[in-house]
């Protein structure tokens, strides 16, 4: 297909989105993503039955702790496609990015990089 | 178990505003069973600490361990060599594991990271809850292993009392009568008899009437 999508999204390979923690998510954070998205497989298609309902769950979990913390729970999303829907993933990752771009950068880099 | 809760990120991060080199220690027992205090929420905690501070133009160093458990001091021992080095120590673990930390390691300044709720059973994942109030004298065989004291409100030892309406409390349409569950239980048992037995009043002082509690086995003593 060649789809484009936006080139700032950085791609991290897992055998299910059932294997994210809330960990994973906000470690992302703390080493400087401005936001992160999950894409699991549409609900009712996990090969393993609940992997990517249980990264839903992770996810609302974690988006209150990133409120608690003061980064945005906004930062953080999860959706839903299959692999045959490419389409819609580079959809996704244009909708994240703008939403990103609106909420600026990551305030732990932001003050990470002054001197 | 004992089970607990985080206390809220604000809480946590105020005490430790003043400190830059933080120890953060987990406990391996009830508190992991209740992902409240193990490692993987000592992992949590001070990534999001470490956020919070960055946030805040306040860096901080911080350590994570996760000991067997706080309420043993061949445990805690193992902090001996480097505890020191820190300004604070967070304790995840329950009220006790925090306490005996501080016991141990006069110097140090052991703060408590959680919130310790009861002493209760995971009645799935993600859900736990209270049965055991540690009143001291176990009263489970006169009520079909259902506990008064725990499980109603009033801990009535003659229920249910007139707060009880479909098998739930007056306290809450969530929460179940304590009595509702002691007489379907001993009528499943077919010991219904039991429950006309009255309880006699009850001796409060083996409770927390009496002042904190001890168990001294002296054939276990060295």
């Known amino acids: 297909?060649?789809?484009?999508?936006?080139?700032n999204v950085k791609i991290i390979k897992v055998p299910c989105t059932g294997k994210v923690d809330v960990i994973h998510l906000l470690q992302a954070f703390e080493r400087g993503a401005d936001g992160v998205y999950i894409a699991g497989c549409l609900e009712g298609d996990c090969h393993?039955?609940?992997?990517?309902?249980?990264?839903?769950?992770?996810?609302?979990?974690?988006?209150?702790?990133?409120d608690e913390i003061g980064i945005g729970g906004e930062r953080l999303q999860m959706?839903?496609?299959?692999?045959?829907?490419?389409?819609?993933?580079?959809?996704?990752?244009?909708?994240?990015?703008?939403?990103?771009?609106?909420?600026?950068p990551n305030p732990i880099r932001a003050k990470n990089r002054k001197p | 178990m004992i089970v607990a809760e985080r206390k809220p990120l604000e809480q946590i991060s105020s005490m430790i505003e003043?400190?830059?080199?933080?120890?953060?220690?987990?406990?391996g027992e009830c508190v992991t069973v209740c992902s409240a205090g193990g490692k993987k929420e000592v992992d949590i905690l001070a990534s999001a600490l470490n956020m919070i501070r960055i946030k805040e133009s306040k860096p901080i160093e911080i350590r994570q361990e996760t000991l067997e458990r706080q309420c043993d001091a061949e445990y805690l021992?193992?902090?001996?060599?480097?505890?020191?080095?820190?300004?604070?120590?967070?304790?995840?673990?329950?009220?006790?594991?925090?306490?005996?930390?501080?016991?141990?390691?006069?110097?140090s300044l052991v703060l408590p990271a959680l919130n310790t709720k009861f002493i209760g059973v995971t009645e799935e994942q993600g859900v736990w809850s209270e049965r055991c109030h540690a009143c001291g004298d176990c009263k489970l065989h006169l009520t079909g292993g259902v506990?008064?004291?725990?499980?109603?409100?009033?801990?009535?030892?003659?229920?249910?009392?007139?707060?009880?309406?479909?098998?739930?409390?007056?306290?809450?349409?969530?929460?179940?009568?304590?009595?509702?569950?002691?007489?379907?239980?001993?009528?499943?048992l077919g010991q219904l008899e039991?429950?006309?037995?009255?309880?006699?009043?009850n001796d409060w002082s083996t409770n927390r009437d009496g002042g904190p509690r001890k168990v001294v086995r002296e054939d276990l003593r060295l």
């Open chain 1, 1 to 7: 297909m060649r789809l484009n999508y936006p080139p």
């Open chain 1, 48 to 66: 393993f039955l609940r992997g990517n309902l249980r990264a839903r769950k992770r996810v609302e979990y974690t988006k209150r702790l990133l």
């Open chain 1, 79 to 104: 959706y839903n496609m299959s692999a045959a829907q490419g389409p819609r993933f580079a959809e996704v990752a244009r909708e994240m990015t703008e939403r990103i771009m609106t909420l600026g």
């Open chain 2, 18 to 27: 003043s400190n830059s080199k933080v120890l953060i220690v987990g406990c």
């Open chain 2, 77 to 107: 021992e193992q902090l001996r060599g480097f505890i020191g080095e820190y300004e604070v120590v967070i304790s995840m673990a329950c009220g006790a594991g925090v306490q005996f930390m501080a016991e141990k390691y006069k110097n």
């Open chain 2, 147 to 188: 506990c008064p004291i725990a499980r109603c409100s009033k801990s009535l030892l003659n229920g249910p009392c007139g707060g009880s309406a479909n098998g739930k409390c007056e306290i809450s349409p969530e929460v179940v009568c304590g009595w509702q569950l002691i007489i379907e239980r001993l009528s499943d």
């Open chain 2, 194 to 201: 039991k429950y006309e037995e009255i309880i006699p009043i």
